[in-house]
Each structure stands twice: as C-alpha cells, then as structure tokens.
C-alpha cells in the first residue's frame, strides 16, 4: 500500500473514520465553490466518493491520498491523481488535485502534498505528463499549479457544467529538469 511522508503530512489511503471529517470538508459551500457546478455533498455522497477513489486505485494504480497532518492525526482533505473524465477534450490524461478544509488552508499544505504527489507520478508510476484543472477565477488553485512547475496549456469550457476552465500541464521532461 502507497504512502506518502513530507515534513508535515502523510498521504495515505482511505479508511472508514475518514468519512466524517472528509464529509465536513465536502459540506463547506466555500470549499465547494470551486469543484464541478458549487454543489455541496453529504455523508453519503463522501462515502460513495471514498468508495469510487478506493476503486480507481484498485484499476488504476494511482489516486486520491487522504491527507493527513501527522503532528495531529486530523485529517485535511485530499490530494492525488485520477483521471480527468469530466474534461474529454484532455483526455488521455491524468490530473493532479486537491481539496482540503478550509481550516487548513494557507499554510501551504496543497503545495508540500501537489509536490509529493507529483513526484509519486512522475517517478514511481511513470507517468509522461500531469495536468491539473481549475475554475477561471480559481488564484489560489492556479498558483499552485505554477509552483508545481505547471505551465497554461488550454483555457476551455467545462461540458458538465457550462463553467470555463483553465488546463495546466507539466510533462515529465519538463519535471526532471526542474
């Protein structure tokens, strides 16, 4: 089983107490803001998120990490790679993307967890190049991705939502030289 460690977080799977807190996080209007149509989701939406996260690990060999503070055991949210299938335009491709309490956020934790996650793709799953995809008027997501080494790729519409999007792009030449 992966598992990932940076100075203050460990990125691991999924377990059932996670499903509380995530749903908390999940809740938050502000949080949701940004993710597909606004819409908050409840305890069972989480559960059934976890469920299909746990599975894409299963069949893709890579995905969402819970994300945990280690100095506490609480968790934050999540970080990691799935596949972009709201955005077929991108498609073959494989995203980098977060999503954490609003309590955590502004301590650079999506950063230090995008670049272990990065890394994790890159170098132990081989992967040739990551996307990351934000919401026009998503900054603080948008510089992330640039901290990431991530360069504008494409700036589109969202055929889910009607929403306009901004794709970022890092291959894994563009990673090693970095």
Do not use: C
Not at 15 to 43: C, F, K, L, T, Y
Not at 77 to 101: H, K
Not at 137 to 163: C, D, F, H, Q, Y
């Amino acid at each position: 089983m992966v598992v990932l460690e940076t100075p203050r977080l460990t990125l691991r799977r999924w377990r059932e107490e996670d499903v509380a807190p995530m749903a908390a996080v999940n809740a938050d209007p502000e949080v949701m803001r940004w993710i597909r149509d606004g819409s908050v989701r409840d305890e069972r939406q989480t559960r059934d998120g976890i469920a299909a996260w746990e599975h894409d690990w299963e069949t893709d060999g890579f995905g969402l990490f819970a994300l945990e503070i280690r100095a506490t055991g609480r968790l934050a949210g999540f970080t990691g790679l799935a596949v972009p299938r709201f955005l077929p335009e991108v498609l073959p491709a494989v995203e980098i993307g977060w999503r954490l309490g609003r309590d955590h956020w502004g301590q650079g934790l999506a950063t230090e967890s995008a670049q272990a996650v990065a890394a994790f793709g890159f170098e132990d799953r081989g992967l040739e190049r990551i996307v990351s995809i934000a919401q026009v008027g998503n900054a603080a997501s948008e510089r992330i991705m640039v901290k990431l080494g991530m360069r504008l790729e494409r700036e589109t519409v969202s055929p889910g939502t009607g929403r306009r999007v901004r794709v970022f792009e890092l291959s894994a030449d563009e990673y090693a030289a970095a």
